[in-house]
């Protein structure tokens, strides 16, 4: 069974940072990639970033320039720098471990709002 656990959600004004967190535990053999969704309330979950275990980063255009993806492979643990954050960044943001398999973890609140 594999596990993921998000931290570092929460409230912050616009133009503020935070940094999301997750650790993946469990019988973890094969890692193809860890990244993040998000999922605004009324609309689709969509991919923020993903990077890949050869090094690769991928974000979606709307957070280029602002997110920064960064991850351990030897301890299957994925960050989220967020800087610049702009209201329409509010949403529930989750983690993800792709291997033969996808896990996910439980997701954790990100709201920008004054």
């Known amino acids: 069974q594999v596990q993921l656990v998000e931290s570092g959600g929460g409230l912050v004004q616009p133009g503020g940072s935070l940094r999301l967190s997750c650790a993946a535990s469990g019988s973890i053999f094969v890692v193809n990639s860890m990244g993040w969704y998000r999922q605004a309330p009324g609309k689709q979950r969509e991919l923020v970033a993903v990077?890949?275990?050869?090094?690769?980063?991928t974000y979606a255009d709307s957070v280029k320039g602002r997110f920064t993806i960064s991850r351990d492979n030897a301890k299957n643990t994925v960050t989220l720098q967020m800087n610049s954050l702009k209201p329409e960044d509010t949403a529930v943001y989750y983690c993800y471990i792709n291997g033969p398999v996808r896990y996910w973890g439980q997701g954790t609140q990100v709201t920008v709002s004054s």
């Open positions: 990077r890949t275990t050869g090094g690769t980063a």
